[in-house]
């Protein structure tokens, strides 16, 4: 009896930790990607009277990556259950840090920005790792998965592939025999990269929305005649 009853204990326990993570996990985001907000608007507000033309593509890519980075939390922490870990600590704090280093480095030379934004998706990648492997283990996410397809995974591929990518860039920006033409090609394709990934996230929350209305079975009343 005592066994029966502690395992009872036991459940509602992890029961309560997977409810009251998503709240606590998504306020733990919102309080980081605050700050980093925060500090964004702070440099702007600093640095108005020197931007120039082409400031302004990595300023805005650089804004999508924070509005991103809020989004993809809040669309994970709510709709998948895990039980979190101590890397569920790390991340979200050291996501912040590298964004951080993004945001300092738009004003600075042009592959900082770039190798900024390689630690970045880095980062991205582990977070989306830690995530999808950490909810895989719980049978109530099963469904969640099946509606999502193959989006996890593209996320993963997306976020190691453009850390690839960036790095990539940042070593020839930082060559002299780099010109103007590369600069401006590369910042479009850093802003094409995650504004593709925030259309991504729009992809990803449509298909979770949806999911009740084709996966719920209506009761039947009682009441209702039969034919």
Not at 79 to 92: A, G, N, Q, T
Not at 120 to 139: D, T, V
Not at 197 to 224: E, Q, S
Request: hydrophobic fraction near 50%.
């Amino acid at each position: 009896m005592n066994t029966i009853q502690q395992r009872k204990n036991t459940e509602a326990t992890i029961e309560r930790i997977k409810t009251s993570f998503s709240s606590v996990y998504l306020t733990l985001i919102s309080v980081i990607q605050a700050g980093v907000l925060g500090y964004f608007i702070f440099l702007l507000d600093k640095q108005i009277g020197n931007i120039v033309f082409k400031d302004i593509i990595p300023l805005i890519t650089t804004f999508i990556m924070i509005v991103t980075t809020w989004n993809e939390y809040m669309m994970g922490s709510t709709v998948l259950r895990w039980i979190p870990s101590l890397k569920d600590s790390f991340i979200p704090f050291l996501l912040g840090i590298s964004e951080l280093f993004v945001i300092r480095s738009v004003f600075s030379p042009a592959f900082f920005w770039f190798y900024s934004l390689g630690v970045f998706c880095l980062f991205g990648y582990i977070a989306f790792l830690n995530m999808f492997y950490s909810a895989r283990k719980h049978p109530e996410n099963v469904d969640v998965f099946a509606v999502l397809g193959c989006l996890p995974l593209l996320a993963e591929a997306w976020t190691l592939g453009g850390a690839a990518i960036f790095f990539c860039l940042g070593f020839l920006l930082g060559q002299r025999s780099s010109c103007i033409i590369s600069y401006y090609m590369s910042v479009l394709g850093a802003f094409l990269f995650f504004s593709g990934f925030l259309i991504r996230g729009v992809v990803y929350w449509k298909r979770i929305t949806l999911m009740p209305a084709d996966n719920t079975v209506l009761p039947v009343d009682p009441a209702t005649p039969g034919d």
